[in-house]
């Protein structure tokens, strides 16, 4: 329950008819009069969204596609609920600006999700951050933009939310004056953990996206089984803590209950631990500085056995990719970002073998070298060229 007398905080959840935006609105049903839900935002999902409609009552509802907005307006016409649609990526932008709204959950996947998570950290907001892709294409961008308008930074990665969590409160990127040698990204290994390349190469889309721990949306489930989720991490940890890439550590935890941790100076190794839960991450950052319930079950260590082991790039080439790309700078995390999502979706569609995603990162990232990265126009061109890229190379590739 809230405290009596406290302003209910007031959201707008973009990407709401995904699992972090469904996972959200659970925590917020678990809280009523804590939070008041301005606008909730969708692609394609028109029965899901009225379903959300009228549980949660919000102002407007958007939906990107208008083919699913013009449903959408008609299913809740029938419904008689008082919601007001719009459509397309303007509308995005709009409610995640809108001066009545003081916190946006940042939940939609890929670089789609930039332009308003981007507005939102402009517009001074309390920005919960899952949309990784946003940091990976537009890190300094975003955190200058973040530093300027005085918005705050919650993330919800929960290896971020974990590091978050494990580092001092009044952290303030300067990790000598914190006493902090490194930051331990925990990989659950993904579901070819233990698969050789042969099977791994072989592997199919219905197997990539069974992930053994946690259960999430397609793309990011890829993402894990390829290990390029871990390497988006790598980036976005850099960008979210102001770490220097060799202060970044990846071990591979295949029970997902470790979900990172901080090494400090005095050999101190902070850890944060719980069920694999998205719940955990968004109460915590829902409530912030409060702690509030999160309908996750506690964490059953008795009988466990945790344990930690080295990745292999040579199986997983992407998370070696992606430190490349760091090391490259300027436009080249964008180039990455963008070549995987365009390998991704035709590997979902049963289109390329899984193996042409790690190919076509490296053959883009190879071709678009040193592209300059000082304006969102830049980067946008920069996603733009490596999308055609890596089609043009994925053509090559069909299976
Ligand atoms: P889902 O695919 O489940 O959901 C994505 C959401 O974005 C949906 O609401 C979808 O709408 C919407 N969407 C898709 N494409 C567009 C577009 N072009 N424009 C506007 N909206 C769009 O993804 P997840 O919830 O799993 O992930 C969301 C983000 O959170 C990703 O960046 C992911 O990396 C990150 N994340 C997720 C975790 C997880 O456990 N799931 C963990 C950590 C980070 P619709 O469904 O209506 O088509
Ligand atoms: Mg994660």
Redesign the pocket.
């Known amino acids: 329950m809230k405290p009596s007398g406290m302003k209910p905080r007031v959201l707008t959840v973009l990407?709401?008819?995904?699992?972090?935006?469904v996972n959200t609105l659970d925590v917020v049903a678990r809280h009523p009069g804590r939070f008041e839900i301005f606008a909730l935002?969708?692609?394609?999902?028109v029965e899901?969204m009225v379903e959300q409609c009228r549980t949660h009552r919000p102002r407007i509802a958007v939906m990107?596609e208008p083919a699913a907005a013009a449903a959408l307006r008609l299913r809740l016409a029938e419904a008689k609920l008082p919601v007001t649609v719009l459509e397309g990526e303007s509308a995005?932008t709009d409610v995640a600006t809108a001066p009545e709204v003081d916190t946006v959950m940042a939940?939609?996947?890929?670089a789609?999700?930039l332009p308003a998570t981007l507005a939102a950290a402009q517009a001074g907001k309390r920005i919960l951050l899952?949309?990784?892709?946003t940091l990976v294409v537009s890190g300094q961008l975003f955190m200058d933009a973040i530093a300027t308008s005085g918005a705050e930074l919650l993330p919800?990665?929960?290896e971020h939310n974990a590091i978050f969590q494990a580092l001092p409160r009044d952290f303030d990127g300067d990790f000598k004056r914190a006493g902090v040698r490194a930051l331990w990204l925990t990989a659950s290994g993904g579901p070819f953990r233990t698969l050789s390349a042969e099977a791994i190469a072989a592997a199919t889309p219905a197997q990539a996206v069974a992930h053994p721990n946690?259960v999430?949306?397609?793309?990011?489930s890829v993402d894990s089984a390829s290990l390029m989720n871990k390497g988006l991490e790598v980036i976005e940890a850099r960008w979210l803590f102001n770490a220097r890439p060799e202060q970044i550590k990846v071990v591979v935890h295949p029970q997902s209950i470790v979900h990172s941790m901080v090494e400090y100076a005095d050999g101190s190794v902070i850890a944060q631990m719980g069920t694999p839960d998205?719940r955990t991450p968004i109460a915590f950052a829902l409530g912030f500085p409060e702690r509030i319930d999160a309908g996750v079950s506690a964490l059953e260590l008795m009988g466990r056995q945790l344990t930690f082991e080295a990745p292999d790039t040579a199986r997983f080439p992407c998370l070696q990719l992606a430190f490349d790309a760091l090391a490259a700078g300027g436009s080249a995390a964008a180039v990455l970002n963008a070549a995987n999502e365009v390998a991704v979706a035709r590997f979902l569609e049963g289109e390329v073998p899984f193996n042409a995603i790690a190919a076509s990162i490296a053959h883009t990232l190879d071709a678009l070298a040193g592209g300059a990265a000082s304006s969102l126009e830049d980067l946008l061109e920069a996603d733009r060229q490596a999308r055609s890229v890596a089609t043009a190379y994925l053509e090559g590739a069909r299976a």
């Open positions: 990407g709401a008819t995904g699992t972090i935006g935002t969708g692609a394609t999902q899901r990107n995005l939940a939609i996947v890929g789609a999700g899952a949309n990784k892709e919800i990665d929960s946690w999430m949306g397609k793309k990011i998205m």
